[in-house]
DNA sequence: CACATCCGGTTGCATCTACAACTATTAGGG
DNA sequence: CCCTAATAGTTGTAGATGCAACCGGATGTG
C-alpha cells in the first residue's frame, strides 16, 4: 500500500497550542507600533520611515557614505527599491551619489547636510513613540528576556 | 530668559540603553519571518499573505461570513485596500458579496469552498515556515515569555 | 420630521512596490 | 588571456497602496 501523499499535503503542521496566537500576536503587535510610528512622522509632515532607514545607516558609516548593497543588506530592502528610493532621497538634496573609485559598477551614497538635518527631525517624533509604546510598557527584565528569544529566532 | 524651545525640539528622547536596539531587533526578526512566509507562499505558487487572513477571519465566522469593516478590524487593513482585496478575491471566486439586510450601506463577505480550499492548500506551507523557524527555536518558556511581552505592548 | 453628521464602502489619481529584463563591470577558471 | 558567470545597479511595466473626494444609507438632535 502507498502512502497517501494528498494526506500529507493537505495534512495540518503539528504546532504547539499556543505557537498560532503568540505568532500572529507577534505580527500584530509589531505592524501596529510600526503603524503608530508613520502615523506620528505623516502628522509631523515628516517622511516615511523607510526614509529614516536608509539615512541613518548612513549617518552611522564611515565617512557618512555606503555602497547601495551595503544599505540593501542593512535594511532588507531589494536593490530595485533602493535604487528608486535613493533617486527620491537625492530629488530632495538627502543624499549625493559619487562614482565608486574601486568598482567602476557600483556608486557611493552619502548623506548630506540636510540628509542629517532631516534625521534630527525624525529622531524625536520616532523616539517618542518608542518610549511610550515601547520602552514604557517593559522592565529592564522584559527587554533582556525580549531580546533573548529574539536573538533564536535570528 | 526663556526656555529654548529649539533643544527641546531637536533634544532625543531618552531611551535604555537596550531599548533602540532591541526594538530594532524586533523590526527585523519580524519582517524576516514574514519575507519566509511570503516567499514560501510565493514558491509554491500560492497568493499573498494578506489573503490567506482575510479568507482565515472569513472561515472562523459563523456562517462564513462577515461586514467588511469587521475584516478590516481584525486585520488591520485600512477600508479602501480592503475594498481592492474584495474585488480580487471575489474576482477569483474565493468569496462572494451579498448586499446587507440590516444596512444598506454595507455588505457581507462570504467564503466560498473554492475559499477554504485555498486556505487548505496555502496553510500547510504558511504553517510550516512556522514550525521551523518560529516554534522549532523557541522554548515552551519562550512562548510564554514572549506572549507575556507582547501582550504588555497592546 | 428636517437637518446636519457620521459611517460603510467605492473610486480617481498619484505614489510605491514587485518582477523581469537589461547594461556595465568585475571575478573566476581553463 | 579569453570566455563564462556572477555582481551592482537601473528601468519598463504591471500590480498594489495611500490619500482624498465622493455616494448613499444610517443616526442623532432640535
Redesign the pocket.
Known sequence: MQPDVTRLVFMKPRLREHTVTTWARLVRTETTLIDQVQKAL?AAKLPPL?WYDVLLELKRAPGGEL???EI?AQTLL???????????LQREGLVE?HA?AE?????LVRITTAGTELLQRMWPVYGAVLEQQFERRLSVDDLLALENILQKLE
Chains 1, 2 share one sequence.
Open positions: 505623516k523607510g555602497r547601495q548593497y540593501g531589494t536593490k530595485y527599491n533602493l535604487s528608486r528610493l535613493v533617486d527620491r551619489r565608486c568598482d567602476g559598477r557600483g556608486n
